[in-house]
């Protein structure tokens, strides 16, 4: 099994690698559509009450990758 690369934060702990950022990230735009990044906000948010800061900033990281993913991206219709 491949071994995934991971990147140490600024607090000296395990970040996820950005393969893992990534793939939560279109994981969320699949199940919420445009509605992901508040989805995402709404639990950053809520790891940043509990002072979870590496939960709070992983947060961060897929709020901005889904929201570079999602720009330009055409609307989805559902028929």
Request: charged fraction near 25%; hydrophobic fraction near 35%; glycine fraction near 8%.
């Amino acid at each position: 099994m491949a071994e995934r690369k991971r990147n140490i934060g600024r607090a000296g702990g395990d970040m996820p690698s950005y393969d893992d950022i990534w793939q939560a990230a279109t994981l969320l735009i699949g199940v919420y559509g445009r509605d992901a990044v508040e989805y995402a906000d709404h639990r950053r948010s809520d790891r940043q009450e509990h002072g979870d800061m590496a939960a709070e900033q992983t947060w961060h990281l897929i709020i901005s990758q889904i929201e570079h993913l999602l720009q330009g991206a055409p609307p989805i219709h559902l028929h």
